[in-house]
């Protein structure tokens, strides 16, 4: 990558910090801390493919195929890809996390946090009609890690994409069964009546 590019890249990710300074407080605060917990090791995903998977038998093939999935994201994340960008996580000199958080070891490229995020967004989206909350709570974990100075914004944009890349991918490659059907019976048809 070009020093200009990276120049770019580093102006992007300061300018961004500089409005998360703006934005923090006791409520952004909880807001955020918690959605960078549960985040951590996918529970939140984990959890919501769980529910999903309590609805109907599709379902919970969704919900197998969400944990099957982020297995493989965090393997290929966190075993592998970052193992390419070796890069810092932001400074936080003279910055005091107000609640306690887990610091990874790895590199901060891409964000682990958003890419398994739009993963399972875009795993457990599929033929739900509650996708647009999948999303959202995808947006607010991806945002956390910025917020709570784990993450450079440009890490949380390319986990992001990455994610969703991934997902798309593991829909295709493993899609589920089509949704049942119901075919309208007219009251005649119906045993007892007409």
């Known amino acids: 990558m070009s020093k200009d590019v990276r120049v770019r890249i580093a102006r992007f990710d300061d300018r961004v910090d500089s409005a998360f300074n703006n934005l923090r407080g006791p409520v952004a605060d909880r807001i955020f801390y918690g959605a960078s917990e549960l985040g951590d090791f996918s529970l939140v995903w984990f959890i919501l493919g769980a529910l999903r998977g309590l609805r109907s038998e599709r379902d919970w093939h969704a ?97 992001a994409a990455l994610g969703a890349v991934m997902g798309r991918a593991a829909r295709r490659a493993f899609p589920l069964a089509p949704a049942p059907t119901v075919t309208p019976v007219s009251e005649s048809e119906v045993p007892g009546r007409g």
């Open 63 to 159: 919900a197998v195929r969400v944990g099957v999935g982020l297995a493989v994201e965090s393997a290929l994340v966190n075993g592998v890809i970052k193992s390419f960008f070796r890069r810092r996580r932001p400074r936080t000199e003279g910055f005091v996390h107000v609640l306690p958080l887990r610091k990874p070891r790895t590199s901060s490229f891409p964000s682990g946090h958003a890419t398994s995020a739009f993963s399972a967004a875009a795993l457990l989206s599929e033929d739900d009609a509650l996708w647009p909350l999948y999303y959202a709570i995808a947006g607010v974990v991806a945002t956390s890690r910025v917020y709570v100075k784990m993450h450079h914004a440009s890490d949380v944009l390319a986990g």
